[in-house]
């Protein structure tokens, strides 16, 4: 066996453990963990500008591969910079590991310079921590930390490494665990035949069903399953703003995304519905609006590796804990097998009623002959990417925007922070799929806002060469919480004015990038153009879109999913 | 509704602090709260009693469930059980007080277990609502001091909560 220090061991079990890049940021208490990744080349690091965007990258990669994000950053500061990105993994179940440095175990507790007690500061937005007590137990540690992180439903987990752990003078026995076992951790590998059985029963008796999948479905790699069970059933199906790409957007089964700002057949086909199958979504607020007036008709079948997603907001008639794929994959079979077919007749009515509401509303917005309207940028980002680009958001109107006009056929491609909403989040997330995708287009829409809470990542892009291309729908306004102002306070824009913006052109070319600014109506294709064009760098594109721009079909607040405003005037 | 929730836990630094830190975080409410090291040392038994509808019990099983710390958990309410709380109780004993403070502890089967000239430590064994009875009994006007260990349960019968 090989004597290594505790330093060399994690970055031999990183190693081990296949990861290819960290993202991170050095600092006293993990210089010795930056010295043993110096004597290596196998795992690469990436140094951010700010550990918050470190996190992002790795939640980024993991994102578009399905595969956990790592991060590697000193004590104090450097440790709580990271909880933003943390929480934002933590809320959408990301699955990252997030290495710690940490002041010397005989310090502890004695307010040290740089000391903060990351396990108590980060204990309410990881799904589990670790912290290191001998240098020995670094590999199981690590292992440990991969394990729950990417098992069950994911989550972040952070490993807090107390200096003297990693010491260069004391060297133990390195050896990486093959497999781990936990005996109060076991998350669960199939549903319940019986319940699955009944929920089939169920979905085949059912007049007018509706299949409600979320995030879940794109974590449990069951887009497959999803889409064969849909199609072979002939039933509808919305998706949550989570489950974007889970099921081919440009299909006629599917009815666009559900909730706040879902599409209006979306919501009225669960209102209406007589029968909601959920998989791996868990009826949030932004998807229900007020539960004691959800779907009242609906009976609910609730596919879940989490237990506690289960009738927690919403009461399930059947409830499934399993992994999504493996209950699908049963689903279909006894489907297949089923005597049973769908009432051809009740589902005929039930698209025809479908139908009409798409023909009522559907997604639209009104043009103008001069003005750059947001939606439209989208739209045709859409066409001249062939709507096979990986799109980062930020959080805001523009993200909305970009979520209902760019239509995805493939899961992992849609990139946003739906549970934490975090301004901040495009950019980097941007920069971690571009580094393991280098050639697709990774697209950051983003506004004027958000994109300026990590721009300094910037630089980090000109380091590395990430040429991501950056579309900044430059309203001059904090968009979504102007809205917010214009439909209940009065119109009164409290703070939500974006004063002596930056020259956003200058400040790319400042970082070394090109920076093109539209801001004619006939400009915008064929500039989009020559920035799509340009293959190996990054363009910050300023778009002045329009700036009081509203997102609709918007729920009424309070009301039931049919609630909505179509427009600044209808009301549904 | 009460409940008495009966947890085995990990016995490891920070699997209590995330235990009570589920309670507040999702504003869910601890009555007591025990714990201790079992026969077996890698091992805590934790109960705590808390209130609530059957969706938030409901909740706080699945959520306590999900700790990757927790191995393993019972709601005691949901069966015959036993529950038991430990108080000890300073009273002001002086003249004709001492001998109506030591026939109410009779009366509750308790033991006196510390005596001065003017004062009585009192031992207490029970339910919590006889522990509440004691002190109603009493009087609040005679209690100096107030000690109560919290509610350990266990279930009756053959039912146990191991590995
Ligand atoms: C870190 C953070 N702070 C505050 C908010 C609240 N918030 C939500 S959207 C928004 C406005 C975003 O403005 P911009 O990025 O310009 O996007 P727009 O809505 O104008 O498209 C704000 C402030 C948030 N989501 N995240
Ligand atoms: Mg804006």
């Known amino acids: 066996m090989e004597l290594l220090s505790g330093a060399d061991m994690l970055i031999r079990s990183l190693q081990d453990q296949g990861i290819e890049y960290i993202y991170g940021y050095p600092g006293g208490a993990a210089l010795h963990i930056y010295d043993a990744l110096f004597r290596q080349d196998e795992v690469k690091h990436i140094l951010v500008r700010h550990e918050q965007a470190a996190v992002h990258m790795a939640d980024g990669y993991a994102r578009a591969t399905g595969l956990p994000g790592t991060v590697l950053v000193t004590s104090g500061p450097g440790a709580t910079n990271t909880i933003t990105g943390i929480a934002t993994a933590f809320m959408d179940s990301i699955p990252m590991v997030v290495l710690c440095g940490q002041v010397a175990s005989t310090l502890i507790g004695e307010d040290a310079f740089q000391e903060t007690d990351m396990m108590g500061v980060s204990r309410p937005v990881v799904k589990h921590n670790l912290s290191v007590r001998h240098p020995s137990e670094i590999p199981e540690i690590i292992r440990k930390a991969y394990y729950i992180a990417s098992t069950g439903r994911p989550g972040p987990v952070v490993v807090d490494i107390p200096k003297d752990m990693t010491a260069p003078n004391e060297r133990f026995e390195y050896a990486y665990p093959k497999k781990i076992k936990l005996r109060s951790y076991s998350p669960a590998i199939r549903g319940h035949a019986g319940q699955i059985k009944k929920a089939v029963d169920m979905m085949l008796a059912a007049r007018r069903p509706i299949i409600y999948a979320g995030g879940g479905v794109i974590l449990g790699k069951a887009s497959g399953q999803l889409t064969e069970l849909v199609r072979k059933l002939g039933y509808p199906i919305t998706n949550t703003l989570m489950g974007i790409g889970c099921y081919p957007a440009s299909d006629k089964q599917h009815l666009g995304w559900l909730g706040m700002h879902g599409t209006y057949e979306a919501n009225m086909a669960m209102h209406h519905s007589d029968l909601i199958l959920a998989v791996g979504a868990r009826f949030d607020d932004r998807v229900t609006n007020a539960t004691e007036k959800f779907c009242p008709g609906a009976r609910i079948i609730h596919i879940d590796i989490d237990p506690a997603s289960i009738s927690k907001t919403i009461d399930a008639d059947v409830p499934i804990v399993g992994p999504v794929d493996a209950v699908l994959k049963e689903m279909l079979a006894l489907v297949k097998d089923s005597k049973e077919k769908p009432d051809a007749e009740a589902l005929a009515s039930w698209w025809k009623q479908i139908d009409e509401w ?139 004015y974006m004063e002596s913006l930056p020259d956003f052109i200058k400040l790319a070319e400042a970082y070394g990038h090109v920076g093109v600014r539209i801001d004619k109506k006939e400009d915008l294709e064929p500039k989009l153009k020559e920035v799509l064009a340009m293959k190996d760098t990054l363009v910050f594109v300023d778009i002045q879109v329009d700036r009081f721009e509203h997102v609709y079909p918007m729920q009424v607040a309070r009301g039931c999913m049919k609630d909505m405003w179509l427009s600044k005037t209808e009301r549904v | 509704m009460r409940r008495i929730i009966s947890v085995l836990l990990e016995n490891e630094s920070g699997a209590l602090s995330r235990v009570v830190g589920l309670f507040s975080q999702r504003n869910y409410n601890i009555e007591t709260l025990t714990v201790a090291p079992t026969e077996d040392e890698t091992l805590s038994r934790l109960t705590v009693t808390t209130t609530g509808s059957d969706r938030v019990i409901e909740q706080i099983t699945k959520q306590l469930n999900k700790l990757v710390e927790v191995v393993k958990l019972v709601d005691l309410t949901e069966g015959p059980h036993i529950e038991r709380e430990l108080m000890l109780i300073k009273l002001k004993a002086t003249g004709s007080q001492r001998a109506e403070i030591k026939r109410t502890v009779d009366i509750f089967r308790g033991q006196i277990v510390d005596v001065t000239s003017s004062v009585y430590t009192v031992q207490l064994a029970g339910a919590s609502d006889k522990l509440d009875g004691f002190v109603q009994a009493i009087g609040t006007s005679g209690v100096l001091e107030v000690v109560r260990s919290g509610v350990s349960g266990i279930a009756r019968g053959e039912k146990v909560l191991s590995l």
């Open chain 1, 358 to 496: 798409r023909a009522f509303h559907g997604m639209r917005y009104e043009t103008s002959p001069d003005v750059i309207k947001p939606q439209e940028v989208i739209e045709m980002l859409h066409r001249l990417t062939n709507g096979d680009a990986f799109v980062t958001s930020d959080v805001g109107q523009h993200q909305m925007f970009a979520a209902q006009y760019y239509k995805f056929d493939k899961p992992n491609r849609w990139i946003n922070s739906g549970g934490l909403g975090t301004m901040g989040f495009g950019l980097p997330a941007a920069m971690g799929i571009k580094l393991t995708h280098p050639d697709d287009e990774v697209l950051c829409i983003t506004g004027e806002g958000s994109i300026q809470m990590n721009i300094q990542e910037l630089s980090t892009c000109n380091q590395y060469k990430l040429p991501v291309k950056i579309i900044n729908l430059n309203n001059q306004a904090l968009g979504m919480v102007k809205q917010w102002q214009d439909m209940n306070y009065e119109s009164r824009h409290s703070h939500s």
